[in-house]
C-alpha cells in the first residue's frame, strides 16, 4: 500500500476510522511514527491492550482504496529501542 502521510498522527486515526474498525476503532490510539515509501514499511505505535485488535484488522484488511493488499508484521515489542536492531543478527567481537 502507497499511503499518502502529511501527518502522521492523523494517519493513523484515518486509517482506524476509515479502514480498520469505523468509529469504534477511531477510539484507539494509533501513531505512524516512520514511513518507508521505498520499502512500503512503517512503524507504528499502539498501546498494549490496542495490540490485538491493530494486528487483527491489518490481518483482515485485504483491499484499500479498491486494490489488493496485505500487510507483514516484522516485528511487534513493547520497547521502541528493540525494534532498531534484530538480536540474531548481532557480531561480538
Given at each position: 500500500?502507497?499511503?499518502?502521510?502529511?501527518?502522521?498522527?492523523?494517519?493513523g486515526w484515518y486509517l482506524l476510522?476509515?479502514?480498520?474498525?469505523?468509529?469504534?476503532?477511531?477510539?484507539?490510539?494509533?501513531?505512524?511514527?516512520?514511513?518507508?515509501?521505498?520499502?512500503?514499511?512503517?512503524?507504528?505505535?499502539?498501546?498494549?491492550?490496542?495490540?490485538?485488535?491493530?494486528?487483527?484488522?491489518?490481518?483482515?484488511?485485504?483491499?484499500?482504496?479498491?486494490?489488493?493488499?496485505?500487510?507483514?508484521?516484522?516485528?511487534?515489542?513493547?520497547?521502541?529501542?528493540?525494534?532498531?536492531?534484530?538480536?540474531?543478527?548481532?557480531?561480538l567481537d
Amino acid at each position: 500500500i502507497h499511503l499518502l502521510i502529511n501527518n502522521y498522527k492523523s494517519t493513523g486515526w484515518y486509517l482506524l476510522n476509515n479502514v480498520f474498525f469505523s468509529q469504534v476503532g477511531a477510539a484507539l490510539p494509533v501513531d505512524v511514527l516512520t514511513y518507508e515509501e521505498k520499502t512500503l514499511s512503517a512503524i507504528l505505535r499502539v498501546v498494549s491492550s490496542g495490540l490485538v485488535k491493530l494486528w487483527s484488522a491489518l490481518t483482515l484488511l485485504g483491499f484499500y482504496q479498491n486494490r489488493r493488499c496485505a500487510f507483514r508484521v516484522l516485528q511487534a515489542s513493547p520497547f521502541l529501542l528493540a525494534l532498531s536492531g534484530n538480536s540474531r543478527e548481532l557480531v561480538l567481537d
